[in-house]
């Protein structure tokens, strides 16, 4: 089973930086890939940054390519997403997911979320 558990958000002006952690257990033996969504009122939730850790894959989203990055600490079960030169429209909540086949742009397989945390921009 994949337990994910996000921390890190907040609030920052823009042009300031964050960086999201996903205390993420299990994920790289139940999954095949582990991202971040963010979704705001209103929209569907949208993927932004996905990680295969079998092979180091990364893909963005080309809204944040160039400012956020996707990483992993595999001793510590952690993925995190450093987020720079942030914009008001980054505002959203942000959640880690994983799944069993794809992450990106939207997950296929099993799906796994955590339960979220918000990220607010002010200009």
């Known amino acids: 089973q994949v337990r994910l558990v996000e921390s890190g958000g907040g609030s920052v002006q823009a042009g300031g930086s964050l960086r999201l952690s996903c205390a993420a257990s299990?994920?790289?033996?139940?999954?095949?890939?582990i991202g971040w969504f963010r979704q705001v009122p209103g929209k569907e939730r949208e993927g932004i940054a996905t990680?295969?850790?079998?092979?180091?894959?990364?893909y963005y989203d080309t809204s944040v390519k160039g400012r956020f990055t996707i990483s992993q600490d595999s001793a510590q079960n952690t993925v995190y997403l450093q987020m720079n030169s942030l914009l008001p429209e980054d505002t959203a909540m942000y959640f880690c997911?994983?799944?069993?086949?794809?992450?990106?742009?939207?997950?296929?397989?099993?799906?796994?979320w955590g339960q979220g945390t918000q990220v607010t921009v002010s200009s």
């Open positions: 299990g994920y790289t033996y139940f999954s095949n890939c």
């Open positions: 990680l295969y850790p079998g092979t180091g894959s990364t």
């Open positions: 997911a994983a799944a069993s086949l794809g992450c990106f742009p939207v997950l296929t397989g099993t799906e796994y």
